[in-house]
């Protein structure tokens, strides 16, 4: 991958205007963020002035600062720190090639580069492993907007597959507008829902597939508000659910659902300020909690497996790195 082929949302974005950009949801979906957080930390470091007697212990001073501001932006998804820790760690295993400050900001940008196209590989592998469980002739439904399961579904739909997509629209951001729109431009069936309508309709859905913006290491599931109401409703009409995770959406630390935070966003996203009342109080959370048992697999892009094998795929990735070894995500 060269730098023309990283995203144009953010290839040319100062670290600064990322860090908003993913605060505002200008840049939003885990994936994107991940790779919008690797891009966030090389452009910060190129921008630096270090000089080479500075040494990179300079750098890495340069970088976890950076990575610090970028893990606050939105807690949630494990994406974004797994994508920070993908280049710390890169540049700790490394050390030989970084003998000046010149070396460390090559190798940064170097590794915001690998990590940007490894995400973008997953997410067609992805589409390939999924493509084979969407029906010819069925039903699928879904919810907010997940770039791999609308190339999962672009998938099986140039593979000629015939089928109808059912979009929730996804309250209070109608992300699921968006999937809606970029399935329909891919020439692709589909409805719009509201979100209280999915049991409505649900006898004939055949499938639900969902992104995923934070999988635990037992394998419980973290994604968009609903998620977890949509997975109950499949579970009584006994349709399967399954979840698109690249492997960097697994955590190296959450062990269950206590251990995430839920980003509770603005009251502003529900009700306008001037028609809310001053004693209530608005709850926004951005993301629920889906248990492993009402998942029937995750899809990632190295197969489909089921949760409980979350975390190994995540420690062959990672091993015993963690992002609190480098920064404090409790800060
Ligand atoms: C987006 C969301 C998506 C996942 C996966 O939430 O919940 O399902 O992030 O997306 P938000 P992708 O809009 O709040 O970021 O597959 O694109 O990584």
């Not at 930390?41 to 970028?70: F, P, V």
């Not at 939105?74 to 070396?103: C, I, Y």
């Not at 997953?122 to 997940?146: F, H, M, Y």
């Not at 049991?199 to 977890?228: M, Q, W």
């Amino acid at each position: 991958m060269d730098v023309e082929d990283v995203e144009e949302l953010f290839r040319d974005s100062s670290f600064e205007q990322i860090v908003e950009d993913i605060k505002s949801m200008r840049i939003r979906g885990a994936g994107r963020i991940g790779r919008a957080a690797a891009w966030g930390l090389r452009q910060n470091i190129l921008s630096t002035e270090g000089h080479d007697d500075e040494g990179y212990s300079r750098g890495y001073e340069y970088n976890y600062s950076a990575a610090e501001t970028l893990y606050d932006t939105r807690p949630t998804a494990v994406s974004l720190a797994n994508a920070l820790l993908f280049v710390l760690k890169g540049l700790q295993t490394d050390p030989d090639q970084m003998v000046t400050f010149k070396d460390f900001k090559q190798r940064t940008s170097s590794l915001a580069l690998d990590f940007n196209e490894l995400s973008i590989n997953a997410v067609d592998t992805i589409a390939l492993n999924g493509k084979e469980l969407v029906p010819d002739g069925g039903v699928v439904q879904t919810i907010c907007n997940s770039t791999a399961v609308v190339q999962t579904l672009i998938a099986a739909h140039k593979e000629g597959k015939d089928f109808l997509v059912r979009a929730a629209e996804t309250r209070p951001r109608y992300q699921g507008r968006i999937t809606a729109r970029q399935l329909v431009e891919a020439g692709i069936r589909v409805e719009l829902c509201v979100d209280n309508a999915i049991r409505h309709h649900f006898s004939d859905v055949d499938l639900v597939l969902v992104g995923a913006d934070t999988v635990c290491k037992s394998g419980e599931l973290f994604n968009k508000i609903g998620t977890s109401n949509l997975a109950a409703i499949a579970k009584d009409h006994g349709v399967p659910f399954y979840t698109c995770a690249e492997w960097y959406k697994i955590s190296t630390e959450a062990e269950s659902l206590a251990d995430v935070e839920v980003e509770e966003r603005a009251s502003s996203e529900v009700i306008p300020d001037d028609e809310l009342h001053q004693d209530i109080k608005v709850r926004n959370p951005a993301f629920d909690a889906t248990k492993p048992d009402l998942i029937s697999g995750i899809i990632t892009d190295e197969g489909i497996i089921q949760p409980g094998e979350a975390r190994e795929l995540i420690k062959k990735h990672f091993g015993t790195w963690k992002i609190s070894g480098f920064i404090g995500p409790d800060d």
